[in-house]
């Protein structure tokens, strides 16, 4: 009981100080925590906010980037508009939504991908958690091709079975990929997020690590592993 209570009281710490710095989510200052410890976005990097809504993470971008800069946030729900940020309405892991993606960059590369997305739950926990690293796997299976050498990417993840099998399968693309808990994150949330630095492209290939982690699963004799929600929704407390 008092652990809940200590993290309600810190939620509503963090909730009080985005509103007093005009950001429009607690989770704002998970990003500017990541930013701080590792310094993922530069000025004038073009950077693609995946599951922006309501586009806390797009201010503090905005904010990295500069006027030389550009942000562009991509939810199913629609944001306020921020100035010096386009917003795209749709699924991330649709074609549709990809080629708006692509056109808003007009189609040069990306300097740093953010991405703080939820998968639509189904309250089975074994299952939730395949479909969150399936979703993981298919926005960087979208977006890597369209990550520039030297890029950075940042996901949310959530602890449990199959995280090292991601890890392993996103390491190679890489020169470092650390696990990172920011201080803003819940003390009782499995969350942790996955900071990539130093985009190493020339070890791109055509295999799909969508497909490489279904295959772990596979061997696991886990039967579960259809894109059963590939569209997402992002957590309320954001």
């Known amino acids: 009981m008092a652990d809940r209570w200590a993290d309600s009281h810190r939620r ?99 300097n740093s991908i953010v991405s703080d997305i939820s998968p639509n739950l189904t309250g089975n926990w074994s299952m939730d958690q395949i479909i969150s ?21 940042v996901t949310k993840i959530f602890q449990g079975e199959g995280i090292e099998n991601l890890i392993n399968l996103i390491k190679p693309y890489f020169s470092s990929v650390k696990r990172y808990s920011p201080d803003a994150s819940r003390n009782s949330s499995s969350e942790v997020y996955l900071v990539c630095k130093n985009h190493l492209p020339w070890k791109n290939s055509k295999t799909s690590i969508l497909s490489n982690l279904n295959s772990f699963y596979k061997e696991d004799g886990e039967e579960k592993t259809e894109k059963a929600a590939m569209g997402f929704r992002l957590h309320k407390a954001k």
């Open 12 to 110: 509503d710490a963090w909730r009080k100080m985005a509103k007093n710095s005009g950001y429009r989510a607690r989770s704002a200052f998970k990003l500017l925590q990541i930013q701080d410890r590792f310094g993922v976005i530069r000025k004038g990097d073009l950077v693609l906010d995946v599951g922006a809504h309501p586009g806390g993470w797009s201010q503090v971008s905005v904010e990295c980037v500069g006027e030389n800069g550009k942000v562009v946030g991509v939810d199913l729900e629609p944001c306020e508009p921020i100035e010096f940020c386009t917003f795209i309405v749709g699924d991330i892991t649709e074609d549709e939504t990809q080629e708006k993606v692509i056109e808003a960059f007009s189609g040069s590369m990306i």
């Open 133 to 153: 690293l399936q979703l993981v796997a298919s926005v960087f299976d979208f977006s890597l091709p369209l990550l520039c050498p030297g890029g950075n990417f």
